[in-house]
């Protein structure tokens, strides 16, 4: 149980202690700072511990947002601070010098000394001793929410008028709404999801749990749509309607309540991909059952998905802390979010989550799994063209020095096998600097065509070996140049076009599904790498890396298995590759995420993709 220290002369007539006890803190006294020197020694080191100056007065949620956030060490409002474990110590010292400090002043008092101190809170005192030692102290943004240490009856009248004139309810459920999102979401869903995410908050519920009930509910979806009949379709549209509304709760259950965490970030980041991709796979089931197979166009969608995203991934890993990162093209942006119009136009155009699966649930509702798929293709092929010419035009245009920590981001975004990194390590002085995006795009371009010319033949074969030489010497140097972000979608593509293509190719029923499994198991391994170097835990370990060959590879093997098998084998092996990367890949992402929970990792709370 965490602990909260009330510094100073107790008030009448003050509801402090009341307040954070329903916080979950356990409440202590303190008169001085010797008092509070002395209880916080005594206070357990695994413990959170904040100071609150006996004056205060403020909104519950107020000191909720400024004593328990999990993903700061340090946090503070007016009147009060709060540490977790690992910024203890700090604490520690600042304590040390200020009940120093009020020694001093006793024995040695200077001419106002008594009054300054009694007028500034404790609390406030450490919090910026604590940003003097380089500690970063967060202060949430309050709104009209009010937290104040008034130091007369006068000043805390005026301060409860305040108090009263605010509805803390109503901010606080704005508050768990995410300041930017789609046009979608904002209007359509926002409106009515943060109130399922406060009934939920009520009733105890964890925004874990309500990621799980969106995946539960996007799964029943999905066979529903599995059935083939109308029937079907229009339940599942209404049941993918219903998880996204669930997958919008949670957030706004995690803002609401402050319940951020690690293994919830991961999770909810996982279950949108899972979700929609399971979808996919529901309407191409349902499809084959009413005698029209468009499983090559659900794993396109799927394909064309994944790769926007790594798109967006690898460019915002570029760009995430460069030096000097301005462009004429970022300005002009800027200047057109002034025009209100123009920001929900651009929003709708790239087809966030909240267009992409409305658009989904009503044409799965209305028309065909064939319609669906053609009409969400054509809408992600426009959004992607619109946000990478939109990147590239920021890249050639931005002058940026681009940091060690984004090199070593993109390159193990690429995923780069043994066979790649033993190019490497050969032709690292032989590459030109600032040729890695052309190299990769070469290797991509040169296995794809060849593919899609020769199909399942030793000629493939040898592409796919050219390929794995140029994606080696594609990351001999690091990656940073203007466009090296480039380098991973392009990989991305190669391997995922190629695996589409062989399977398409085989024309044998159970190849194009088997292909469609293990893109997906390929692209959890991928999604899982970008969120492990979101949460600040580097890359999945080498190990595994190896034991999955890496994109190239994997890539040359799926071309070998199309040349040594008969087009009925070839499925077969497909689904065979698929279980094992799923299996290796699946474990090790459990193991690991499951073990940062419980080991006490930051809590984080990444936004990912626009609702």
Not at 210 to 220: D, F, G
Not at 347 to 376: D, K, Q, Y
Not at 408 to 417: E, F, K, Y
Not at 513 to 538: E, S
Request: net charge neutral; with cysteine; aromatic share 6%.
């Amino acid at each position: 149980m965490p602990t909260a220290i009330v510094t100073g002369p107790p008030v009448p007539g003050s509801s402090l202690a009341d307040d954070l006890a329903s916080l979950g803190f356990e409440v202590r006294a303190a008169a001085d700072v010797g008092e509070t020197e002395a209880l916080l020694a005594a206070v357990p080191g695994d413990r959170r511990v904040a100071l609150v100056d006996a004056r205060f007065m403020g909104h519950l949620h107020a000191l909720r947002l400024g004593l328990t956030d999990p993903r700061f060490p340090v946090s503070a409002i007016e009147g009060a601070v709060s540490v977790k474990p690992e910024a203890r110590k700090a604490l520690i010292r600042a304590v040390a010098r200020a009940s120093s400090a009020a020694v001093d002043a006793v024995d040695a008092p200077a001419p106002g000394d008594a009054t300054a101190v009694a007028d500034r809170a404790l609390a406030d005192r450490l919090a910026a001793a604590l940003e003097s030692d380089g500690e970063q102290v967060h202060r949430p943004e309050l709104g009209s929410l009010v937290a104040a240490t008034p130091a007369d009856p006068q000043s805390r009248h005026a301060t409860r008028e305040a108090l009263a004139a605010v509805d803390e309810e109503s901010v606080r459920l704005r508050s768990a709404v995410k300041a930017r999102d789609g046009f979608v979401t904002t209007f359509l869903i926002s409106p009515y999801s943060k109130y399922v995410a406060r009934w939920c908050a009520r009733r105890g519920l964890t925004p874990n749990q309500v990621t799980t009930a969106s995946l539960l509910t996007a799964l029943v979806a999905a066979a529903c749509a599995a059935t083939g009949t109308r029937g079907g379709f229009v339940a599942a549209g209404v049941l993918l309607i219903a998880s996204f509304v669930l997958d919008c709760a949670d957030g706004q259950l995690a803002r609401y309540s402050l319940q951020y965490s690690t293994l919830g970030a991961w999770l909810d980041a996982t279950f949108d991909r899972a979700k929609e991709y399971a979808y996919y796979a529901g309407l191409a089931l349902g499809a084959a059952r009413g005698g029209d197979d468009v499983w090559a166009l659900a794993l396109g969608a799927m394909i064309l998905q994944t790769c926007r995203h790594v798109v967006d991934f690898s460019f915002n890993e570029a760009n995430h802390d460069a030096q000097a990162n301005t462009s004429p093209t970022a300005a002009l942006s800027d200047r057109l979010d002034n025009l209100g119009w123009t920001v929900w136009l651009r929003r709708m155009i790239v087809l966030p989550i909240g267009e992409r699966w409305l658009m989904i649930a009503v044409l799965t509702a209305l028309t065909t799994p064939r319609v669906t798929f053609v009409v969400l293709l054509i809408g992600c092929a426009v959004a992607a063209c619109y946000t990478t010419a939109g990147r590239l035009l920021r890249s050639v245009t931005r002058k940026a020095r681009r940091t060690d920590r984004a090199a070593a981001a993109l390159a193990d975004l690429t995923d780069s096998g043994p066979l790649a990194q033993a190019v490497a390590r050969v032709t690292r002085r032989l590459v030109p600097s600032g040729s890695a995006p052309f190299v990769a795009a070469a290797g991509a371009l040169l296995v794809v065509i060849l593919a899609a010319v020769w199909g399942a033949s030793w000629i493939t074969v040898a592409g796919a070996a050219g390929y794995a030489l140029l994606a080696g010497a594609a990351v001999a140097r690091p990656l940073m140049g203007a466009l090296d972000w480039l380098v991973p979608p392009f990989f991305r593509a190669a391997e995922y076009g190629v695996v589409a293509l062989l399977a398409a190719e085989s024309g044998v029923n159970g190849a194009l599904p088997a292909a469609f499994g293990l893109v997906a198991a390929v692209a959890y391994h991928h999604y899982d790498t970008v969120y492990r170097i979101r949460g600040n835990a580097g890359a999945p370990p080498h190990w595994l890396v190896r034991a999955v060959l890496g994109h190239e590879g994997r890539t040359l093997v799926v071309a070998v298995l199309a040349a040594l098998l008969t087009a009925a084998q070839f499925p077969v092996a497909l689904t065979a590759l698929a279980v094992a990367v799923a299996a290796l890949v699946l474990l090790e992402s459990i193991r690991y995420w499951v073990s940062a929970h419980r080991a006490g990792a930051p809590a984080v709370h990444d936004e990912g993709e626009p609702a």
